[in-house]
């Protein structure tokens, strides 16, 4: 891959993880979507973990 395509990656995935963020607030709201809120925070900093490794790689 590019250096512009793990770019794009990296924004994908950092835009992933603040979709699963807005997740976890619906579901502390009450509603819960497939997974618990807490679940969906462990999904945002793994998906933002490898947002950053793939934007630094």
Same mark, same amino acid.
């Given at each position: 891959?590019?250096?512009? =395509?793990?770019?794009?990656?990296?924004?994908? !995935?950092?835009? %992933?993880? !603040? *979709?699963?963020? *807005? &997740?976890?607030?619906?579901?502390?709201?009450?509603? =819960? *979507?497939? @997974?618990a809120?807490?679940?969906? &925070? @462990?999904v945002? %900093? *793994? @998906? %933002?973990?490898?947002?950053?490794?793939?934007k @630094?790689?």
């Amino acid at each position: 891959m590019s250096k512009k =395509d793990m770019g794009m990656v990296s924004q994908v !995935l950092m835009g %992933a993880s !603040l *979709i699963c963020v *807005i &997740l976890s607030g619906i579901g502390y709201m009450g509603t =819960d *979507i497939w @997974l618990a809120s807490t679940q969906w &925070l @462990l999904v945002s %900093a *793994i @998906l %933002a973990l490898f947002g950053v490794y793939t934007k @630094l790689s």
